[in-house]
């Protein structure tokens, strides 16, 4: 046994509004300069829909994570050495920028420079990339609140791998019609293939928190960390020629405060916490023959923080007391490990993702309330959860690789918890035999409750400081944690780039500085 430290997250979809607050907030701190006008660190997709970049899911376009060879060993889904060095400089498996958006802004100087006249002037769009006017097709967040739109929802990569499986259940009328919010940061996995598709080997997982992050320096902008990732997650800089990727917020993380994204989540979705995990598990885990063996394998890895041996072999390894009882009362570790209520996304792709989501309950409850029935019953949502608006099946190929059971089980456990307290709060004798059939008494369901519905601050984000020696210097990079900072990734001053001077077609001198020699 090898234990390490990890910091994970977890989001509670029965919460997200889908107002991108997060995203904002993300955006204004870490990618609010030239050259990531394009990147979204923190995005939030409505599904079904095709996610961002567009059919990110699709791995046999993109082919992204990992894959096991005819010996069942682990092997990069977009090809070992020789092909990447192939395609070093004519990537087939890079999303090009339309996959994403091309980001615009306004030519706001003819709304005060126009001379006077009949007509008012407009402030048409342009290019933020080649400057030239543009007619705007697309955005970070187009399809928003479109997920049972017919024109969109087939586009979704999941629905097509379903169509043949459920087929009429996916049917897109308007009485069926179906959608909810799934947030994305990376997910800081435990196998990331991104850092094994570096061939400069820029990217790396911190020992000390699992986050992983690049080396600018040692960045050489190949791009085959795009690639390699199967979430996308990872984007390049076109003024700077780096990768750049969602960082967790580690200024705010070392001084003991949670992620931007979290702190200013309108709905509080969001937990983040310390999980104890054996490192020596990891290649077996990722490397089961059957994809919805993955789930149940990446639980194995995870180990009990209260557990004395886990204790001893933990303080063995050099991991620091304040962190081994962070992770004792972590909510990421309650809400993955004991109550199982929290499913990681595309657990298929065998990176072992490491941010987790509680799948969403909601319109069970609503559907049942149509038909003249109590909504809010333990027994009439128990069974009405496989006659969801959402399938089952759906929400079982993004979180359990198409397994349906362990979705199942995470929805009867939110219905029972939310049954009971209701009859609580009621005054009424609460059913306990759903709670029976779950395994849970009164005491652990009330701390389930307690956990999504009410935990304070402190209880949601249980994250150890670096060191309270360096707290004070620490708390001042905590709150201008951007990397927008002289000499920083990104920061080529932007008088150097020529934006009047564009032309279409064109790659303006200063966009693409001249990289080091390695």
């Not at 006017?133 to 017919?150: E, F, H, I, K, R």
């Not at 609503?366 to 009405?384: I, K, P, R, S």
């Not at 959402?390 to 079982?396: G, H, M, S, T, W």
Request: net charge negative.
């Amino acid at each position: 046994m090898k234990p390490m430290a990890q910091l994970a997250m977890v989001m509670n979809l029965d919460k997200c509004i889908g107002c991108h607050t997060c995203s904002v907030t993300c955006k204004q701190t870490w990618t609010n300069r030239a050259g990531t006008e394009y990147v979204w660190f923190n995005n939030v997709e409505t599904r079904p829909g095709q996610g961002y970049p567009r059919r990110y899911e699709d791995q046999r376009r993109w082919r992204g994570g990992w894959r096991l060879d005819r010996r069942g060993r682990l092997r990069p889904a977009s090809g070992g050495r020789l092909r990447k060095l192939a395609n070093l400089f004519a990537n087939p498996d890079l999303p090009a920028l339309d996959d994403y958006y091309q980001p615009w802004t306004y030519d706001y100087s003819m709304l005060t420079t126009a001379p006077l006249g009949e007509d008012s002037p407009t402030a048409a769009p342009r290019s933020s990339v080649t400057g030239a006017p543009m007619s705007v097709q697309a955005g970070p967040n187009w399809d928003d609140d479109l997920g049972g739109a017919p024109e969109n929802g087939h586009l979704d990569p999941v629905i097509g791998k379903l169509r043949e499986q459920v087929g009429s259940r996916i049917a897109f009328e308007f009485e069926q019609a179906f959608m909810f919010y799934l947030p994305r940061i990376c997910e800081h996995c435990l196998n990331p293939s991104c850092v094994a598709s570096c061939p400069s080997g820029a990217l790396y997982k911190r020992i000390e928190d699992g986050i992983v992050l690049v080396d600018q320096q040692r960045c050489r902008g190949w791009r085959m960390c795009v690639s390699g990732c199967p979430y996308k997650k990872i984007y390049f800089n076109h003024q700077t020629g780096k990768a750049e990727k969602c960082t967790f917020c580690y200024p705010r993380i070392e001084a003991g405060q949670p992620t931007i994204c979290s702190e200013t989540c309108v709905g509080r979705l969001r937990y983040i916490g310390v999980v104890l995990y054996d490192a020596e598990r990891i290649t077996e885990a990722a490397s089961v023959p059957d994809p919805q063996g993955l789930y149940p394998a990446q639980l194995e890895v995870l180990l009990d923080p209260k557990d004395p041996e886990v204790v001893q072999a933990a303080g063995e390894a050099g991991i620091p007391a304040d962190w081994i009882t962070a992770a004792q009362h972590s909510p990421v570790y309650a809400l993955i490990a004991e109550h199982r209520v929290a499913l990681p996304l595309h657990p298929e792709y065998r990176t072992l993702p490491m941010v987790w989501y509680i799948p969403p309950l909601s319109p069970v409850t609503d559907a049942v309330a149509e038909t003249g029935f109590d909504g809010e019953h333990t027994g009439n949502l128990f069974g009405a959860i496989d006659a969801l608006r959402i399938p089952v099946e759906y929400l079982a190929e993004l979180f359990t690789a198409g397994d349906p059971d362990p979705v199942r089980r995470s929805l009867r456990t939110l219905a029972a918890m939310r049954g009971h307290m209701r009859s609580v709060n009621l005054g009424e004798t609460p059913d306990t035999e759903p709670l029976r059939e779950l395994g849970y008494g009164e005491d652990r369901i009330r701390a389930l409750h307690r956990l999504l519905a009410l935990a304070p601050y402190e209880e949601r984000y249980v994250i150890p400081s670096a060191g309270a020696g360096q707290a004070h210097d620490l708390e001042a990079i905590a709150t201008t944690c951007s990397l927008d900072t002289e000499g920083g990734p990104g920061m080529a001053p932007v008088s150097d780039v020529d934006l009047a001077s564009w032309k279409p077609g064109e790659r303006p001198a200063g966009l693409f500085p001249t990289l080091p020699p390695r």
